[in-house]
């Protein structure tokens, strides 16, 4: 079983906030970095045009949570390996988008919001060609993962379906998803409070090798 990727996510308000968040070894040590719906928001889609130029090695994603094909037009153009749809789409806009981004070499996943997804839907979902999910824990929740979450996550992953998490990871988390086949785990806070982000970082991927393997 592949090890999980570990995702940092840009919700700066600045792109010079999410430059210095990147800083001091941060946007090095992490697999994945994200572009934030919120830095997005505050700075338009150059923000991912900047990012990717400073990280060109590094997987990128755009969170821009895409409702409208012209909206992923323009995204895609900016080059992320990975762009989120939101699970609100009509079918008809998930297909566009998927297929514009196979076109360019790129792919989509789509972001659960509320209610707007179902069992059924990741199959519609899945016969259109998406690979990629995200399964985010609402903080209206409140708590920690527990054991609905993670049956709620192998179910998901059981669909044969790449599954990113989100909401509230953190170092104490990953013995709690220990074992699934979860392709990326997504941190905010969490390593951006922490005294040394980069340290943080390189302390979960090494604990996530100590559960997954290399």
Same mark, same amino acid.
């Given at each position: ?25 941060? $946007?090095?040590?992490?697999? +994945? ?5 919120? &830095?997005?928001?505050?700075? %338009?889609?150059?923000?991912?045009? /900047? ?77 259109? $060609?998406?690979?990629?999910? +995200? ?5 209206? &929740?409140?708590?920690?993962? %527990?054991?609905?979450?993670?049956? /709620? ?62």
């Amino acid at each position: 079983m592949a090890r999980p990727l570990l995702q940092v996510a840009l919700d700066n308000k600045s792109l010079e906030e999410a430059i210095d968040t990147l800083g001091n070894g941060l $946007g090095e040590t992490v697999d +994945i970095i994200e572009c934030g719906t919120y &830095l997005i928001m505050m700075e %338009g889609i150059r923000a991912i045009r /900047l990012i990717r130029r400073m990280y060109p090695h590094k997987m990128m994603v755009a969170d821009f949570k895409l409702i409208l094909p012209q909206f992923g037009s323009a995204v895609l153009a900016e080059g992320a390996e990975l762009n989120t749809i939101n699970s609100t789409c009509l079918d008809i806009t998930v297909q566009k988008i998927h297929d514009e981004a196979v076109s360019r070499g790129q792919k989509v996943e789509i972001e659960f919001y509320g209610d707007a997804w179902s069992f059924e839907k990741l199959e519609q979902w899945k016969a259109m $060609g998406i690979e990629h999910v +995200i399964y985010t824990r609402p903080r209206v &929740l409140g708590g920690d993962w %527990g054991e609905k979450d993670v049956k /709620l996550v192998k179910r998901i992953c059981d669909m044969g379906l790449k599954v990113t998490v989100a909401g509230g990871i953190s170092y104490k988390t990953l013995d709690v998803l220990a074992g699934l086949p979860i392709f990326a785990l997504i941190c905010g806070r969490s390593l951006y409070n922490a005294e040394s982000p980069a340290a943080e970082a390189r302390r979960m991927i090494d604990r996530i090798k100590e559960i997954w393997g290399e």
